[in-house]
């Protein structure tokens, strides 16, 4: 009867030079870090959704049940967007993301949507230049598709197709209300 083959010493060796070479990798690693000079962990600025609410919603529909018995055609709609933050206690602050939607047309109001929705959000962030971007930018990105799924679903209960909004770029969104805030500020200043 053959004796069959002893495997544990090939498995050990195979074992041995994976974990060498594993080993190795670590210790390149550390030498790239110590050679860039970046040994110290940076932290990444982070926004937390501790919370999400609706503050304020309304939805109407002025032209029912008109709208329903004489289908008017393909509705022109406006949406409008507007993000405002305010500091609370323990470095949290309210985020409230406002959405108001009207669909027209050439006669009548087909429904109007208004919808403030509102988050809170911390940051690991201390200096203050860079928190208030930091959580007006991304604190509203956070809680947009929670407040795009009401707007949806509310026009929708409503007998309407869903009206699903497109993303928003809240980048841009803040530098538009930073730009019309300097230009407040440089008016109200007497020269």
Known sequence: MA??????????ENTGKNSKAKTDDKTEAAEKVEATGEGQKKVQPQVFLNTQYVKDFSFESPSSPDVFLNQPGQPNVEVAVNVASGKLENNNFEVVL????TAKTEDKTIFIVELSYGGIVSSNVTDEN?????????GPRLIFPFARAVVANITREG????????????LALYQQ????????EAAATPS
Request: glycine residues 2%.
């Open 159 to 170: 007998g309407f197709m869903p009206l699903n909004l497109n993303p928003i770029d809240f």
């Open 177 to 184: 209300n930073m730009q019309r805030r300097q230009q407040a």
């Open 3 to 12: 004796k069959p083959k002893n495997t544990d010493k090939n498995t050990d």
């Open 130 to 138: 860079m928190l208030h971007p930091l959580v007006s930018i991304e």
């Open 98 to 101: 406002k959405i108001a939607a």
